[in-house]
């Protein structure tokens, strides 16, 4: 693999890169974005790149996030065999999560390119199927019946019109189309529950992948969705186990830890992320991250959130994530969660397009996209695959990842991955 080395120069001449840089692959985008995306001004802030750039915010940036004071120059690696690591300790995570950003982010581009495809994003796009009126307390969510929010409840969408949506996807690029329902459990509603097996179905005959995000599963609901021809399902941690209490009182951690083994007992996918900017600190990160390596099995992938504060909750007053911070925590969770797709999900428009590509720089490898994420707005389909063209990168095709394979019918499935444990070998020693 051919280097990348960066050199950021003093305040006053701003900032440049040199030293080679691949050309026609993802690090090329450091040539382009990373000095402005990045260079620190005589104030300490910096402006993102974007196609429109005026529609996006200034940030604040912290000089600290560049080289953090006392942090090793190496970190811990991941598996030199190339296999996911489940014996991570809090304080490993902690010194990756740690380390200078920019040395981080080399790390978690070495590993990225040698265990999945290069310059490959999947896009998906996610259908609020059933909004509002649900019963928990989770303090980011507009849906909660507790808090008066611009959500209002709705029934469950009919099967047609889901179809539609989903059709409507899949020609925009697509691969993967994602339903959430505003409840607590599935327990209850067997016609409902009969509803979404028709509709994840009829969208797996689509050859689509199909995620649901549904609430609390029993095994056998999840058998039930297996059969149906569920690809994923999403049931995130959010934050660390500590910091837990302070965002969601009506369910708990060990809850949300029962369904995912549900979940993956029953064959099906695990999506599972967390949220940034819900007031917790850097270690609740590291936490995030640190809980999902102790599962059984890694996640095929963590969804990365940036709180998008919503009228009427708890939490509409807390201030938008630092891109900083959202690039550490990806970094983070590539090298930790060496093999799982992460995805930018809700939040994502908040940064720049310069912004973005250096998280794809660090390991991100799908975004959600189309009119709108649940209540929350993103990126339409056209904007994005214009910022995939800008960038040379392609669209993920369904079943594509490694990961994937094993749940696409004969045919769906690109073409098998080769062992790569040579390649990681050899990749961590150089980086």
Known sequence: MASLSTTVIGRRSGAALSGPLMRGSTPVLAARFLAPALAASSSGSVRGISSSSSSKRALAFDPNDLDTPGARSVAPAPS????????WTREEVAEIYNSPLLELVFRSATVHRTLHPKNSIQLCTLMNIKEGGCSEDCGYCSQSSKYTTPSTASKLSDV?????????AKANGSTRFCMGAAWREVGGRKRGFDRILTMVSEIRGMGMEVCTTLGMLTPEQAIQLKHAGLTAYNHNLDTSREYY??????????DRISTIGNVRDAGISVCSGGILGLGEQADDRVGLIWEMSRLPEHPESFPVNALVAIPGTPMENNKPVGFPTMLRTVATARIVLCKSIIRLAAGRHIFSEGEQAMAFLAGANAIFTGERMLTTPTSSWDQDKGMLERWGLRPMASFEEDTMQAHGAAGEAGSAGKDKSSDLTAAVAQA
């Open 80 to 87: 030199p065999d190339g296999t996911t690591r489940h014996n």
């Open 160 to 168: 047609e019109e889901v179809l539609v949506e989903a059709r409507k």
């Open 245 to 254: 209490g302070k965002v969601v009182t009506s369910r708990s951690y060990d």
